[in-house]
Structure formats: C-alpha cells, structure tokens
T-cell receptor, first 114, second 107 residues
Framework: GAVVSQHPSWVICKSGTSVKIECRSLDFQATTMFWYRQFPKQSLMLMATSNEGSKATYEQGVEKDKFLINHASLTLSTLTVTSAHPEDSSFYIC??????????FGEGSRLTVL | GQQVMQIPQYQHVQEGEDFTTYCNSSTTLSNIQWYKQRPGGHPVFLIQLVKSGEVKKQKRLTFQFGEAKKNSSLHITATQTTDVGTYFCAGQDDMRFGAGTRLTVKP
C-alpha cells in the first residue's frame, strides 16, 4: 500500500517555541492531506484539510494562526504549532488518500510542551 | 456537518468471545470506512463499504452497512489477543471519525 511518512515521531519543546511537523507521501502524489489531533484514549479529531497550492481548510474551533499548515508540493505538507503551550501537547497525525479511497496515515508525532 | 456516533466506547472480552461495535450517522453516508489502531500505533485501513445493505467479511471480521446507509457494524467472531486495539469508523464524505471502540481481550 501507499506510504505516508511523518517526522518527527517525538518532540519536546519549551513553552512559547514553535514546532514543525512534516508529512510526506513517499510513493504517490497527494493534492490533499488531512491533519488530526488525538488525545490519550480518545478519537481522532480532524483539525484541517491541507490543499496543495492553496490555503488549508480548518475545522471549526481550530485556530489557523496557531496551527499553520503549508502544502507547498504534491508530496509534502507541514503543520507548525506556533507559540506552543502545555495544552498543545498531543499526538498529531496526518493522512492522505492516494486515489480518493482509503486513508493512509503517517506514524504520528507526539508533542510534549514543557 | 456529518456526525458519526460509535458505541460502545469500551469493550472487554474473554479470548474466544465475540465482539461488535456500532457506528451511526446523523446523515446518509456515501460510504463508510473502518480502521484499527493498535496501542501506540496509527490507524490502519480495514475496509470500505459503499452499497446499501452491503456485507463484507475478512476472516473473523464481518462488516455491515445499513440499508439506509446511516449505520454500520463490525463484528469479530472468537476474538484473539491480536484483536486488541481501537476500532474507528469514518464517513468518507468529510473524513471525520467516530469516537472509536477500545477492545481489550483477556487471554
């Protein structure tokens, strides 16, 4: 199946700093990627839909200035958590649909903000 | 927008017992997908159901899509410890996931 790679897997940062998470489709082109956030033992919450070459579509309640999404190429989308605070600590995971069917997920990035 | 409800939230079974999780949507779905997430892992696609009343099987797993295309179920026969994980449904219309059912299996 298709491969989606996410980096970094783990990141620890100080409060107030910004963190960038990368999501790459390794063997296919993805015009659309999805970013989710998952708290422990909870479901995947869709944060935004990343669109190549255009602005991301954010879900209600998700601050676009807080969670910056850039989809500059057909194989890379990035999520930047700006001015991170401890409440931003979570598991962030991206996904893509190679052919409009099933979602392929990245391995996820666990962010801890001290 | 579409809301997908999933029950139960947790299910603990003895190995060999059956398990079922249910997914209900407030709106008609064009199709529904099921995913499994092992502890510490990322969701992995299991199956997609498209047709009204569709039933699909994968070994011990049976997936059903309701006639009205608003509900779906996943049934596991004779659970094994390898079935442990959280099972999610998602409507492909907007890629929102249900709350998931966390399955634990006692050997």
């Amino acid at each position: 199946g298709a491969v989606v790679s996410q980096h970094p897997s783990w990141v620890i940062c100080k409060s107030g700093t910004s963190v960038k998470i990368e999501c790459r489709s390794l063997d296919f082109q993805a015009t659309t990627m999805f970013w989710y956030r998952q708290f422990p033992k909870q479901s995947l919450m869709l944060m935004a839909t990343s669109n190549e070459g255009s602005k991301a579509t954010y879900e209600q309640g998700v601050e676009k200035d807080k969670f910056l999404i850039n989809h500059a190429s057909l194989t890379l989308s990035t999520l930047t958590v700006t001015s991170a605070h401890p409440e931003d600590s979570s598991f962030y995971i991206c996904s893509a649909q190679p052919s409009g069917g099933e979602l392929f997920f990245g391995e996820g990035s666990r962010l801890t903000v001290l | 927008g579409q809301q997908v409800m999933q029950i139960p939230q947790y299910q603990h079974v003895q190995e060999g017992e059956d398990f079922t999780t249910y997914c209900n949507s407030s709106t008609t779905l064009s199709n529904i997908q099921w995913y499994k997430q092992r502890p510490g892992g990322h969701p992995v696609f299991l199956i997609q159901l498209v047709k009204s009343g569709e039933v699909k099987k994968q070994k011990r797993l049976t997936f059903q899509f309701g006639e009205a295309k608003k509900n779906s179920s996943l049934h596991i026969t004779a659970t094994q410890t390898t079935d442990v994980g959280t099972y999610f449904c998602a409507g492909q219309d907007d890629m929102r996931f249900g709350a998931g059912t966390r399955l634990t299996v006692k050997p």
